[in-house]
């Protein structure tokens, strides 16, 4: 069946670091690779999208690397600051309308100064 | 821009009872999802519109759930009767059409069932 994968442990970073969040799948061609971020109460907010034949997108801080071969999303926030903590998550957009949309568990991230 | 509006923020009700839900999309926004989440887990979909027609409800519970959206505008989603196991907070979404992947969300509503 397919299945997504995110970093089950929270991540804790420093301050002015970069952040790196993974996110794997199996038995799953996406067309689409979307991030959002997700606070306490409060439903996802869209971060990047990226498609099957892009490998990379950037967004002021933000990152998203695709790669389909090894059925991987790498989101990475660099010069991280204690706002961009948050629960990030994955999910993957089918290529047709026969399958249906996928989101991953999220990854909890934490921030310190 | 408004944002898209969900109510009731909180419910509760003992099981075997039944719970509605209300979703106003973002104005123009031809496609509309429902989620259910549950704690510490992503969102998981359980039906999905595109105008007022469903496009996928293939993890939508129909022998408890349903959900409409007459007129391809606001939607309601409602359990009939409830089970534990469907505390969660139910998230709505929407989008411009259904080539536009990126989905606004509302700020859900958590329903607790006792």
């Known amino acids: 069946s397919q299945k997504i994968e995110q970093n089950s442990e929270a991540l804790n970073i420093q301050e002015g670091k970069t952040a790196t969040l993974t996110c794997n799948y199996t038995n799953y061609s996406p067309a689409y690779l979307q991030w959002y971020r997700q606070d306490p109460g409060r439903g996802p907010v869209f971060l990047l999208l990226i498609r099957e034949n892009e490998k990379e997108k950037r967004k002021e801080r933000l990152k998203v690397t695709f790669d389909t071969t090894l059925k991987q999303s790498l989101f990475h926030i660099t010069a991280s600051q204690p706002a961009d903590s948050a629960t990030y998550l994955c999910?993957?957009?089918?290529?047709?309308?026969?399958?249906?949309?996928?989101f991953g568990s999220g990854t909890r991230l934490s921030i310190r100064p | 821009e408004a944002g898209v509006a969900q109510s009731p923020r909180y419910k509760i009700i003992e099981k075997r009872q039944s719970v509605a839900f209300w979703c106003n999309p973002i104005s123009g926004h031809a496609t509309l999802y429902w989620y259910q989440q549950i704690l510490g887990q992503g969102p998981k979909l359980l039906i999905q519109?595109?105008?007022?027609?469903?496009?996928?409800d293939s993890q939508l519970p129909k022998d408890r759930f349903s959900a409409e959206r007459l007129k391809g505008v606001d939607s309601t989603l409602k359990i009939q009767p409830a089970k534990l196991e469907d505390s969660a907070v139910y998230l709505c979404a929407s989008s411009l059409d259904g080539v536009t992947y990126e989905q606004y969300f509302g700020p859900g509503t958590r329903l607790t069932v006792t």
């Open positions: 999910a993957l957009d089918p290529p047709s309308s026969a399958s249906k949309i996928i």
């Open positions: 519109f595109q105008n007022n027609g469903v496009v996928d």
